[in-house]
């Protein structure tokens, strides 16, 4: 997973492991987190959320993009990748879930990417790092 470009953010939530990956791996609730507008594509091959799950994201005027599921597994991990439609090269996310001693969890949130225009990818760092640094914790309790 080797990018220029990273976002790094971590969170930790009163809820257990369990309860945060399903509101993660459910796309609809990502809007308010990603500062989206985020429409379900298609379902997992195995499961609503799993693998092969494909959400639609439309950020402010910008065309919309496509992200897919390529790791699931419950409770701990979660990774995605941008299959359509985007400006950003080599785009991953990284979602680590980790219970916590009082029974919480935190997340362990990385983004990496580049862009084809030279200082790009820095600018849409600092912003994706903003926002999901402010929505994150609108996720769960």
Request: hydrophobic residues 35%; charged residues 20%; glycine residues 12%.
């Amino acid at each position: 997973m080797a990018t220029p470009q990273r976002v790094h953010v971590t969170h930790t939530y009163t809820s257990d492991p369990a309860t945060v990956f399903e509101r993660l791996s459910e796309h609809e609730n990502l809007g308010p987190v990603l500062g989206a507008k985020v429409a379900r594509v298609s379902d997992g091959d195995t499961s609503r959320n799993g693998v092969g799950s494909t959400r639609s994201l439309k950020i402010g005027p910008l065309p919309a993009f496509h992200e897919t599921t390529t790791v699931a597994e419950p409770n701990t991990l979660i990774e995605y990748a941008i299959t359509k439609g985007s400006p950003l090269k080599g785009h991953w996310g990284r979602q680590v879930l980790t219970r916590t001693t009082d029974g919480g969890t935190l997340l362990d949130y990385t983004i990496g990417f580049d862009m084809a225009v030279p200082g790009a990818a820095a600018v849409v760092g600092k912003i994706l790092q903003a926002s999901i640094s402010k929505g994150i914790g609108k996720l769960a309790p």
